[in-house]
């Protein structure tokens, strides 16, 4: 199993620009979700989803999409980015007490 | 989500146990105590739960105080491969699989 993988590993964007983070797990898991972590911060949910169709809000939602078309991808949209977005995302997939996280794309907006 | 508590940051000595204490005084008779690592740049790592028995896995083990106020996570042989931030999460297991909370962890350094 290649677990949880995020593309791209590194992006730099211009304020405005919009762009999809994609993250994808072949576990099969029902329950995944979307990080990020600003430096020297801990981790802050964004969005999650507790299956295919089914998203929700995490703690800090706004300026960012997400759908869940399939059990295996879920895609992060950033609509317009702004600087306040340059951070690093995880996504991270589960079932049951343990989450999986991904390697990590970390964005930086000019 | 029960408050947890944890030092900022700690050294160990490689080839030592490292300790890492937790404090969660709030915490609820269906609250699990889980710990998560992050090493520098990665994504966090699950290490171990439990919800009031010791627990002990391949990576490391779980000591729950009888009144369940506090924990210790030990890792019995520390390397310089275990230099990273630690976690310590309180939560109720439900099929609701909401988000886990991140607070600031401890900082271990492995040191040589």
């Known amino acids: 199993n290649a677990g949880v993988t995020q593309t791209p590993k590194f992006q730099v964007l211009k304020t405005g620009q919009s762009m999809t983070l994609q993250c994808a797990q072949d576990?099969?898991?029902?329950?995944m979700s979307w990080y990020r972590q600003d430096p020297g911060m801990g981790l802050r949910l964004i969005h999650y989803s507790v299956g295919a169709g089914i998203t929700d809000q995490g703690e800090v939602p706004n300026g960012y999409n997400v759908s869940r078309s399939t059990t295996e991808d879920f895609p992060l949209r950033l609509l317009s980015a702004a600087p306040s977005q340059t951070s690093v995302y995880f996504c991270?997939?589960?079932?049951?007490?343990?989450?999986?996280f991904g390697p990590g794309t970390r964005l930086t907006v000019t | 989500d029960a408050k947890t508590t944890q030092p900022p940051s700690m050294d160990c000595a490689e080839g030592r146990a490292a300790n890492l204490p937790c404090n969660h005084s709030?915490?609820?008779?269906?609250?699990?105590v889980y710990w998560y690592r992050q090493i520098h740049s990665q994504g966090p790592q699950y290490i171990i739960h439990?919800?009031?028995n010791n627990e002990t896995n391949e990576m490391a083990s779980l000591i729950i105080t009888e009144d369940r106020k506090s924990s210790t996570l030990i890792l019995p042989h520390a390397t310089l491969r275990d230099t990273a931030v630690y976690y310590c999460i309180v939560r109720k297991r439900d099929t609701g699989r909401r988000a886990l909370t991140f607070g600031s962890g401890t900082r271990l350094q492995v040191q040589p």
């Open positions: 576990m099969n898991h029902e329950y």
């Open positions: 709030t915490i609820s008779g269906n609250e699990y």
């Open positions: 991270a997939s589960s079932y049951g007490n343990e989450q999986y």
């Open positions: 439990g919800l009031k």
